[in-house]
């Protein structure tokens, strides 16, 4: 229920083994199928001592590595996409901001199980130094409303995994409602790697 970027354990040799070892063949097999794809690839990986893994994979990009990912992301989300529908994504020099990203969910009471909707939220105008993406939520006039079961991600940036967690804790400590819950141990694994 939350994620972080980069994180610390991807050397350039890690990351170019996943590369050599899944990525590559995932998209040889694609072409082999005769599929032409253009779009997003989600590789869900797990680490398991030196090496990783495949769990799953997607035609999207991942909730919530996305709203760490996208902060991070220094070009227009839109021109990288209109690179890749036109085929010129090798034109396309991506720029990535150094800094850490923390995003921590923040669900409704009771989520994935059985939960209420309805609940009148508090505290997103108190927010400082985070970016607050929405899901579950709606709104009714000028109130915001609980209504699905992960209802925001609170990302924030830090020169480290430690500041960027602090803030968005802090951040996702502001909003209220009834039934909040969230973790509060997001990258506390990765702090001393």
Known sequence: MGAVSPVPFASRSFKNKIIEKIIKPTIEGIKKDGLD???F??????????????????VRMGDPETEVVLPRLRNDLVELLLATADGNLK?????????????????????????????EVSGLADVDGSVVFHGGTALSGDKVLTDGGRLFAVSSYGDDIEEARDLS???A????????????DIGFDLIDL
């Open 37 to 39: 794809y253009k779009g």
């Open 41 to 58: 690839i989600f590789f869900g990986l797990i680490k398991v001592g030196k090496e990783a893994f495949v769990i799953e994979y997607n």
């Open 91 to 119: 034109e396309f020099s991506p720029e990535v901001d150094s800094r850490t990203v923390l995003t921590m969910v923040m669900v409704s009471g009771g989520y994935p199980g059985v939960f209420k909707k309805g609940f």
């Open 169 to 171: 804790l802090k951040n």
């Open 173 to 184: 400590s502001r909003i209220e409602y009834k039934g909040r819950y969230f973790r509060n």
